[in-house]
């Protein structure tokens, strides 16, 4: 079955403009998480949306937003873009709910910031 | 959020075993330890996981200590693909079912041909 695709893979903006990612997780999967990824401060938890709702928000600005669709699809936007917001920007989706579950990346999709 | 402690990077030959290991002296009764390894320009691919048995499957093995105070994944056999930065993690659930994976730095595993 197809994995996790993010939409775009590369992408280029400028400072101060805002920008959207796109996320489809695995069919059947409902838990969708977002992660950012730089050099210095390695993998760091954004937030997670589950049937819709943010349960989960990781220690990020107000600039840094999400939602979920009916159909599981997730989006992230980032207004206002900063240079130290260059990243690559991973999304991960889950099957069941709990502590065991095994979350499935993307390929992820890398921001650059000019 | 409770911690893990791995060495920054490790390097072994190609087929022969690798042992990672992993500290997490802060792990709480329920908390499951999750292996990731993230190859280059990939995402984070799970591995293993496992909450107080030793555990295997087709990638690697999970040895778990009995006061879970420490874990050690397998690579049974390393070879030149298993080069990654694998990642220990304890998995933490603020509420029922959310999923959220505190990644540390990991461990840089190159293996030499």
């Known amino acids: 079955k197809a994995g996790v695709t993010q939409t775009p893979r590369y992408l280029i903006k400028t400072r101060g403009q805002q920008v959207t990612l796109s996320c489809s997780p695995i069919?059947?999967?409902?838990?969708v998480s977002w992660y950012q990824q730089t050099p210095g401060q390695g993998l760091q938890f954004l937030f997670e949306?589950?049937?819709?709702?943010?349960?989960n928000k990781g220690n990020f600005p107000g600039r840094f937003s999400g939602r979920q669709f009916s159909n599981s699809r997730s989006e992230m936007n980032v207004s206002t873009l900063e240079l130290g917001d260059s990243a690559l920007y991973l999304c991960?989706?889950?099957?069941?709910?709990?502590?065991?579950?095994?979350?499935?990346f993307g390929q992820g999709t890398r921001l650059t910031v000019v | 959020d409770a911690k893990t402690t791995q060495p920054n990077s490790m390097e072994s030959n190609e087929e022969e075993p690798v042992h990672l290991p992993c500290n997490h002296s802060?792990?709480?009764?329920?908390?499951?330890i999750h292996w990731y390894r993230q190859l280059p320009s990939q995402g984070p691919e799970y591995v293993i996981h496992?909450?107080?048995s030793n555990v295997n499957n087709r990638m690697a093995s999970l040895a778990i200590a009995e006061d879970r105070k420490s874990s050690t994944l397998i690579l049974h056999r390393a070879t030149l693909r298993d080069a990654a930065v694998y990642y220990c993690?304890?998995?933490?659930?603020?509420?029922?079912?959310?999923?959220?994976?505190?990644f540390g730095q990991g461990t840089r595993l190159t293996i030499n041909p």
């Open positions: 991960a989706s889950s099957l069941l709910v709990g502590r065991d579950t095994e979350a499935f």
């Open positions: 069919s059947g999967h409902r838990s």
């Open positions: 949306y589950f049937s819709e709702t943010q349960r």
């Open positions: 802060t792990i709480s009764g329920t908390d499951y």
């Open positions: 496992g909450l107080t």
């Open positions: 993690i304890l998995r933490d659930v603020q509420i029922q079912g959310a999923q959220k994976l505190v």
